[in-house]
């Protein structure tokens, strides 16, 4: 988690929106509580076909600013290899 939140960071600094999703993380980790991790593994599960194809969208506007996408490419790995099984 820790280091999509870095990655996603960085491309909101080269897309001028650091400020604003800082903003955002923050309030949604400070929102989250022990059912957190259930509705996060259903989820990323369930939605997985979906957010394989989020991913491997947002690999490409990472590179297009400049952004090395590592952990977005590696979630769109997993979501694609959930999505098969």
Do not use: F, K, N, Y
């Given at each position: 988690m820790?280091?999509?939140?870095?990655?996603?960071?960085?491309?909101?600094?080269?897309?001028?929106?650091?400020?604003?999703?800082?903003?955002?993380?923050?309030?949604?980790?400070?929102?989250?509580?022990?059912?957190?991790?259930?509705?996060?593994?259903?989820?990323?599960?369930?939605?997985?076909?979906?957010?394989g194809?989020?991913?491997?969208?947002?690999?490409?506007?990472?590179?297009?600013?400049?952004?090395?996408?590592?952990?977005?490419?590696?979630?769109r790995?997993?979501?694609?290899?959930?999505?098969?099984?």
């Open positions: 820790s280091a999509s939140i870095v990655e996603a960071l960085e491309a909101a600094r080269a897309a001028g929106l650091e400020d604003w999703l800082a903003g955002h993380i923050a309030e949604e980790l400070a929102q989250q509580d022990a059912s957190a991790l259930t509705r996060i593994v259903t989820g990323t599960r369930r939605h997985a076909i979906r957010r194809h989020e991913m491997a969208a947002a690999a490409e506007m990472l590179t297009d600013l400049g952004v090395e996408p590592i952990m977005a490419a590696a979630s790995h997993l979501h694609e290899r959930l999505a098969a099984e």
